[in-house]
Antibody, heavy 127, light 108 residues
């Protein structure tokens, strides 16, 4: 069974730091482009960050640019999100999410939709 | 940034009825739209991608249509497990990938 499991959430002080991890199982993380998506309590979904398969391309939402850093270790089948300078508005459930990939005729293609999600980890920023 | 506007915010229906959810994009995104279902305490689940393609394992009562700026998710013959929040998401022009604000389908 393909699965993503996040960890590392918890309570952080404003201006503090936290590092989230996402462990993949049942598939090779190296084959996929990965993302972090968050959801503030009672609110909708917000895309946070993207990383390509090789880590060569990174993207961030404006709301986290310069404060958050996405990375991956394909050998460990793991994805990370380093969160610095945390603010109250960063309080949310953070999901790691895989971008859809399909293969046909010996070639593989990506669709920028999230086809596998973790269960999420709650980050609370408060003094 | 492409803004997605979902309507209505809440839809009150009975099991067996038909649900029609709307998602409007602030500019054309061709057919690059997906729909997700989220139940309380759970992660979202991909239902529809590229406007009208059902994801693996999604029942045929879920269908999507539209192109350009106007999209629709239709759920025919609502089952009790279909009462949830539904989000649309675009990949037409990113970053950023953006989601709509959601439509809650609740039991009447």
């Amino acid at each position: 069974e393909m699965q993503l499991v996040e960890s590392g959430g918890g309570l952080a002080q404003p201006a503090g730091s936290l590092r989230l991890s996402c462990a993949a199982s049942g598939f090779a993380l190296t084959d996929y482009q990965m993302n972090w998506v968050r959801q503030a309590p009672g609110k909708g979904l917000e895309w946070v960050s993207y990383i390509s398969s090789s880590s060569g391309t990174l993207h961030y939402a404006d709301s986290v640019k310069g404060r958050f850093s996405i990375s991956r270790d394909n050998a460990k089948n793991s994805l990370y999100l380093q969160m610095n300078s945390l603010r109250a508005e960063d309080t949310a459930v953070y999901y790691c999410a895989r971008l859809m990939r399909y293969c046909s005729g010996g070639n593989c293609y990506f669709r920028d939709y999230f086809d596998l999600w973790g269960q999420g980890t709650l980050v609370t920023v408060s003094s | 940034e492409i803004v997605l506007t979902q309507s209505p915010a809440t839809l009150s229906l009975s099991p067996g009825e038909r649900a029609t959810l709307s998602c409007r994009a602030s500019q054309s995104i061709a057919r690059y739209l997906a729909w997700y279902q989220q139940k309380p305490g759970q992660a979202p689940r991909l239902l529809i991608y590229d406007a009208s393609n059902r994801a693996t394992g999604i029942p045929a009562r879920f269908s999507g249509s539209g192109s350009g700026t106007d999209f629709t998710l239709t759920i025919t013959d609502l089952e009790p497990e279909d009462f949830a929040v539904y989000y649309c998401q675009q990949r037409g022009n990113w970053p950023p990938l953006t989601f709509g604000g959601g439509t809650k389908v609740e039991i009447k």
